[in-house]
């Protein structure tokens, strides 16, 4: 730009003074971009997976297993959950989406996803638990505390609340904290390095599983019998959803 002596200020730079390489419609997906006046391509199935996986990743069957077998080794572990909405739409089928992503090599995403899921689980586990200190609504306490909501708060406060009443154990908040920090560290950071983000990214997702299957009490019973922390039941019953036999 020049100023009115016609001089050009130097700390301004534009585009005919330097040469560097672009990237043409980097936010595009080429196969589904329609041109004007032209009739539109068929689009086949290869090439939209294809567009679905990340840049670095090649769309075969034999890749995509692998990944699946590398972060699916412990979700036996949750092999049956309630058909409850909040259940499945804020804690299980986010974390079929980190599975997704994994595969398709979004490890950004996964860990995201986890995040999400963590913090659901967190308020899910509080708001179920129905406590009382002194006689008074947790919910009270929280506000005098935080002038807020505890759905409000930020997730290390809601994990340093609910451990020091006792209702999260040390292994539990270890899990927790595996993945904050991990998000905290992928999310927030510019500087951080991309070098680890997949081992990273299945380390937040087998504590994300982890902090699931404790937050639910899932494990099965006698024969053909789901156990379920007494807080969920409790919670299934609200719904009416769960029967006292």
Known sequence: ??????KRNPDELVSKDNVFEGLLGPLAFPEFETI??????KITLEEVIKNLCAENVIPEISNFKKSYEHITENIHKL?????EFRILNKLVYPLKSAIRSYVTGNYLSTIALCGMVAEMAIIFHYETLKIKINEKEA????KKLYSRKFEKLGQEQRIKFLEALGFLGLELVEKFDIVRDCRREYLHFLSKDLSNVAPDAKKAFDATLDIVIRILGVRIGDPGKLVLNQNVI???RSKGLAQTE
């Not at 730009?1 to 016609?6: I, L, T, W």
């Not at 919910?139 to 929280?142: A, S």
Request: charged letters at 25%; zero cysteines.
């Open 234 to 236: 409790d919670y299934l």
């Open 139 to 142: 919910d009270y306490v929280v």
């Open 79 to 83: 092999s049956i959950v309630p058909a």
């Open 1 to 6: 730009m020049e100023d009115n002596s016609g």
């Open 36 to 41: 004007p006046g032209q009739k539109p391509k």
